[in-house]
């Protein structure tokens, strides 16, 4: 499900519609810690990431 992520993130997680427009998002962790959401187009992709929060390294999941 998450195929050619490459190694530079280490959690990817569904999170449903977190920008109110109605299509489900993800947010993904880098290996550095920061934050990334990809908004969903609603016909199974998404678009480019932009950055929401750093420094989330110390966690060991997203929910």
């Known amino acids: ?9 280490n959690v990817v ?3 449903g519609d ?3 427009d109605g299509r ?6 880098d290996t550095s810690g920061k934050l990334w959401r ?3 187009d609603g016909k199974g992709s998404f ?5 929401i929060a750093a420094e989330w390294q110390g966690y060991k999941a997203l929910y």
Not at 1 to 9: Q, T, V
Not at 24 to 29: E, G, H, K, L, T
Request: hydrophobic share 35%.
């Open 18 to 20: 977190i920008t109110g």
């Open 24 to 29: 489900a998002d993800i947010v993904s962790r």
């Open 38 to 40: 990809n908004n969903g």
């Open 47 to 51: 678009g480019p990431r932009t950055g």
């Open 13 to 15: 997680v569904g999170a």
């Open 1 to 9: 499900m998450a195929d050619n992520w490459g190694a530079s993130y």
